[in-house]
């Protein structure tokens, strides 16, 4: 009987594609340049959602959040399902978990054996399931505080402020690059620890029987990118190396959903995929037929309320349908207001001094639906939504959701408090609603009482 492989599973936090592998010359990242170069990158990796909480609980869980009711961030799934490491206990592996959760649930009981660090010590004699987060990269490491912090540490490479590419999204400004620089001292550093999760699986003599894959949550966290469903946002790295099994230095072009990664790991350790499960396999012997769509959106995310769905399709297609337009994206968000770069865009908008592509994310509303050429524009930049020549692929992408909204349901629709009443979540409003502030006056998008469920931006939308 052929030995089942180990799973290691290493996962970026608030990292986007800036790799050397992915044709980022200003990234140091030598280490997983070589898993990449030793494995294969995917190039059309998807996560269903742009910010931690919802990403994470449905890559554990193999649901989309809004089928369960984990969609909004910083909620709590009272009735969670079961994870992909409870079945892979159950077909005979060592589950270490020792990192971060955040799911928006907490794990039923038995869904891992230890939350050792597990890189301290030697490896299990079974089959085991390892997993790291690695939070040097997170957003708050481009605040002011972080900055500081990075600057302060050992980091395998400095990135000069002045050589970053600033993207069109942005202001050319001090605080732009500074934060620029530091995301990419802390993605070298990143990189640098998991040279030494590796290095552990050399010693243990272990590197040619274990599947090593490296994904993030979501992408960088600055403005348009964390917390937003385009490119930026949702489309992320995914590198894999499986000795036998994935041949070295190749691009996989398969669309791979986050949802994906639940049933691929239970397949490879030869578990029972629960009939749950809304992703599909797309490594190994069970592997099934490449996808034609991959499903995003965007609710809560702490105190600003939105509802947004959306899908990629096989042909680099991005489709965003806005459900309640008449909400901004720049609305006051109190994590994201720590960001040097972010006050500094702000200023500018009062002043009126912010280009075309940098206005995008401070307009009064947004559309009800927008199309995008994710290949030949990146930033997502020219909304195709109204052209007539695009008409057939919006129809065509608009009813994708529409197809899977209707597979697998949409809690979304339903008013937060109902689902509260419901017993499926937790009650968080007094939580949140503290946090709401109003920017200065000059500064001010969107409605000025900010909503917190789907029945306030109705009632707050109406009388605008």
Not at 161 to 176: C, G, M, N
Not at 191 to 199: A, P
Not at 201 to 213: C, K, P, S, Y
Not at 241 to 247: A, F, K
Request: charged content about 25%.
């Amino acid at each position: 009987m052929k030995k089942r492989p180990n799973i290691m599973l290493l996962q970026g936090e608030d990292v986007g594609r800036h790799l050397g592998s992915y044709g980022d010359d200003y990234a140091h990242t030598p280490n997983l340049d070589q898993l990449a170069k030793e494995g294969a990158r995917f190039t059309h990796a998807i996560s269903h959602a742009p910010v931690c909480a919802p990403s994470r609980g449905g890559m554990v869980s193999g649901c989309y959040p809004w089928s369960i009711g984990s969609h909004h961030m910083r909620s709590n799934l009272l009735n969670p399902p079961r994870c992909f490491t409870h079945e892979l206990r159950d077909a005979g592996y060592h589950v270490s978990w020792p990192t971060k959760l955040d799911f928006n649930f907490e794990p039923l009981d038995g869904w891992c054996d230890d939350q050792e660090k597990w890189w301290e010590r030697p490896a299990p004699q079974q089959p085991f399931f390892v997993y790291e987060n690695f939070w040097q990269t997170h957003e708050s490491q481009m605040f002011q505080e972080g900055i500081d912090r990075i600057r302060e540490m050992d980091v395998p490479q400095r990135h000069d402020p002045k050589k970053a590419s600033v993207p069109p999204l942005y202001t050319d400004s001090p605080e732009i690059r500074d934060q620029l620089a530091s995301y990419y001292d802390a993605v070298g550093e990143m990189d640098r620890m998991i040279g030494q999760r590796l290095k552990w699986l050399d010693e243990q003599g272990l590197r040619d029987n274990t599947i090593v894959l490296f994904l993030t949550d979501h992408g960088r966290g600055l403005p348009r990118e964390k917390r937003w469903v385009y490119g930026e946002g949702v489309h992320l790295p995914l590198i894999v190396h499986w000795p036998g099994n994935v041949e070295g230095g190749g691009e996989i072009d398969d669309l791979v959903a986050w949802v994906d990664i639940a049933p691929t790991l239970v397949s490879i350790a030869g578990g029972t995929i629960p009939s749950h499960y809304q992703g599909q396999i797309f490594l190994g012997a069970e592997k099934a037929p490449p996808r034609k769509w991959a499903f995003f959106g965007r609710d809560r995310m702490d105190e600003n309320f939105d509802k947004i769905r959306g899908a990629r399709s096989n042909e680099g297609w991005h489709y965003i349908r806005n459900d309640v337009p008449g909400l901004p994206w720049a609305r006051r968000q109190n994590y994201m207001e720590q960001q040097p770069g972010l006050n500094q865009m702000r200023e500018c908008y009062e002043k009126g001094e912010l280009d075309p592509a940098q206005a995008l994310f401070f307009g009064e509303t947004k559309p009800r639906e927008e199309l995008y050429d994710a290949y030949n524009d990146p930033w997502m930049l020219n909304n195709l939504a109204e052209l007539p020549e695009h008409q057939s692929r919006l129809t065509a992408l608009r009813q994708a959701v529409a197809d899977h909204l209707a597979q697998v349901g949409d809690l979304g629709e339903i008013d937060e408090k109902e689902l509260v009443r419901r017993g499926i979540v937790d009650d968080q409003f007094e939580t949140y609603r503290e946090w709401i502030q109003m920017l200065p006056a000059g500064q001010h998008i969107g409605p000025r009482q900010a909503p917190l469920t789907l029945e306030e931006a109705d009632s707050f939308l109406s009388k605008m």
